[in-house]
């Protein structure tokens, strides 16, 4: 979506055209020509930027509304332009006289020649060329976000800038080739005003989407492009006015603008660079307070499921076992009572009125109880999955080898560990937390998506690293061709195991091959890690 600078331009380019229009019409050399004995805006040339600021204007309609009867008459007057520039352009190249340039009315050429009358300079045809061009194509893009008409806009506005130069610095090739012919003042800058409109039509895209973002590097693109343009020809101009004056001769001019560049543009990436380092500084210092917000999230969930294992295992699981020794007691009751045999004709009514036997009720009684196991295995088991006590207590390696071994027969997968390296040493709590969630969630990862037969886990501290491998022999996947649909696919989950990677200071690879398998790599390194002995304390 272009921006309301655009159609402002549009419009100022529309205006110069028509001023220079009433110019012509009513016999007004200033605003033919911005002063004396400079070249003159001709007629055709005048009528270009009244249609290019017409195109522009109906181009900006047509990205706001999406109506196709804007972007048409866009096209359309962008032609007329095109064929203008192109025509006379003809006409140079082929040493011809179209008559193009006395449809509207038959003028002489500067000081009153006749040779050129009403003709465009070379390069003010050149660049209406380049800017019917620009505006015919402007809804065209290619592959990587650049639009043709963003490269043709660039293009025009270099030939009104080498115009610009050559009227700062009095050198009249860059604007003319001859005494009747050539790039009036005004004529330049309408035409560097329309570049800038062509390249707004789409602000967020292409070459200007750095240049016109919010964020520091669309401050620091700003900045450095208005210096590097408007700072040497300053300098260029000082130099040169100094050296007509007398003041230096050419060879300190040319010592002069080079030192004076160097010293500009050293100060512009010293500001730059101290403007980039104040923003990762503060970047640091928000990721680090970031980290130790995890980390307290991360704890403060550890401990949560600590409780609530503590509770399902404690209070929870005490009422289950209590239920369990109420039923046998009853049981015990009913075989001593002799009541557990079967009875063939004894016949009991219950409150309902339906015949039952003390047979059907001791078959019930023992459904319960069966139930209450279950649900006391659960309970235990559920309990252990929130966090097992042998993480605690025994470390990571026994907590490791009991949920790989669970994990195994529940999903009838094979799996083995291997522990190198460890000794009798442990890592600090947050880190075999870490590592053991990791694993936890790969685990489940391998169960969920990847099918495999089985799975292997290698767990290897070094001198400077602990390593954790998992590699399973499932269907994969094509980690380049995936990209975000993969991450999309695996959720929190995969996020939650890098960032549980990164607070450690570490990092977690994935490589897989699709039909192959996929290995997972964390490493952590043993710097940030405090060593605890077998008995577990620090």
């Known amino acids: 979506m272009n921006t309301p600078k655009t159609l402002y331009i549009s419009f100022a380019v529309a205006a110069v055209g028509c001023i220079v229009l009433a110019g012509w019409l009513f016999d007004i050399g200033l605003l033919r020509s911005v002063a004396p004995g400079l070249p003159e805006m001709v007629i055709n040339t005048a009528l270009g930027f009244l249609l290019c600021g017409a195109s522009l204007y109906f181009a900006c309609r047509s990205d706001a509304r999406g109506g196709m009867s804007d972007k048409r008459v866009s096209q359309v007057l962008a032609l007329i332009v095109l064929a203008l520039g192109s025509l006379t352009v003809g006409e140079y190249l082929l040493a011809m006289d179209f008559g193009i340039d006395r449809w509207l009315m038959r003028v002489g050429g500067v000081n009153g020649a006749e040779d050129l009358p009403g003709r465009m300079s070379p390069h003010t045809a050149f660049n209406f060329l380049l800017a019917g061009c620009a505006l015919l194509v402007s809804i065209v893009k290619v592959r990587g976000g650049i639009r043709p008409a963003e490269l043709l806009a660039v293009m025009c506005g270099m030939v009104s800038l080498l115009a610009l130069v050559g009227y700062v610095y009095s050198v009249a090739f860059l604007y003319r080739i001859s005494?009747?012919?050539?790039?009036?003042?005004?004529?330049?800058?309408?035409?560097?005003?329309?570049?800038?409109?062509?390249?707004?039509?789409?602000?967020?895209?292409?070459?200007?989407?750095?240049?016109?973002?919010?964020?520091?590097?669309?401050?620091?693109?700003?900045?450095?492009?208005?210096?590097?343009?408007?700072?040497?020809?300053?300098?260029?101009?000082?130099?040169?006015?100094?050296?007509?004056?007398?003041?230096?001769?050419?060879?300190?001019?040319?010592?002069?603008?080079?030192?004076?560049?160097?010293?500009?543009?050293?100060?512009?990436?010293?500001?730059?660079?101290?403007?980039?380092?104040?923003?990762?500084?503060?970047?640091?210092?928000?990721?680090?307070?970031?980290?130790?917000?995890?980390?307290?999230v991360v704890g403060a969930q550890e401990d949560e499921r600590r409780r609530i294992a503590r509770e399902l295992h404690d209070q929870m699981g005490q009422h289950l076992a209590a239920l369990s020794l109420?039923?046998?007691?009853?049981?015990?009751?009913?075989?001593?009572?002799?009541?557990?045999?079967?009875?063939?004709?004894?016949?009991?009514?219950?409150?309902?009125?339906?015949?039952s036997t003390p047979h059907h009720h001791t078959a019930h009684l023992a459904q319960v109880m069966e139930l209450a196991r279950r649900l006391s295995n659960e309970v235990h088991a559920l309990a252990w999955e929130l966090r097992?006590?042998?993480?605690?207590?025994?470390?990571?390696?026994?907590?490791?080898?009991?949920?790989?071994?669970?994990?195994?027969?529940?999903?009838?997968?094979?799996?083995?560990?291997?522990?190198?390296?460890?000794?009798?040493?442990?890592?600090?709590?947050?880190a075999e937390v870490a590592l053991y969630r990791i694993a936890q969630e790969a685990l489940t990862n391998v169960l969920k998506h990847a099918h495999a037969a089985s799975v292997s886990l290698v767990l290897e501290q070094t001198t400077a690293e602990v390593v954790m491998l998992i590699e399973d022999d499932g269907c994969g996947f094509d980690t380049e061709a995936s990209g975000e649909a993969s991450n999309a696919e695996q959720g929190l989950g995969l996020l939650g195991m890098r960032e549980r990677a990164e607070l450690g200071g570490g990092k977690l690879n994935i490589e897989s091959v699709s039909g192959v398998g996929t290995t997972l790599v964390v490493r952590l390194p043993l710097a940030t890690q405090e060593i605890r002995g077998g008995d577990g304390h620090e």
């Open 179 to 296: 005494p009747q012919t050539g790039m009036a003042l005004h004529t330049a800058a309408t035409f560097l005003l329309l570049s800038i409109g062509i390249l707004t039509l789409h602000p967020k895209a292409g070459l200007m989407r750095v240049v016109t973002n919010d964020d520091l590097s669309g401050t620091i693109a700003r900045r450095l492009l208005a210096a590097s343009i408007a700072i040497p020809l300053l300098l260029g101009w000082l130099t040169m006015t100094g050296q007509r004056a007398q003041l230096f001769d050419a060879a300190m001019s040319s010592s002069l603008l080079v030192v004076g560049n160097i010293i500009v543009l050293s100060t512009l990436v010293w500001t730059s660079a101290r403007t980039l380092d104040r923003v990762d500084t503060r970047r640091r210092i928000a990721e680090a307070a970031r980290g130790k917000l995890l980390n307290r």
């Open 326 to 355: 109420q039923l046998e007691l009853h049981q015990t009751v009913l075989k001593n009572d002799g009541l557990d045999k079967p009875l063939q004709s004894a016949m009991i009514n219950d409150e309902d009125g339906h015949n």
């Open 388 to 430: 097992p006590p042998e993480l605690d207590h025994l470390g990571l390696q026994a907590a490791l080898s009991r949920y790989v071994e669970g994990w195994s027969q529940r999903a009838n997968v094979k799996a083995d560990l291997v522990c190198t390296g460890f000794a009798d040493k442990r890592l600090n709590a947050q």
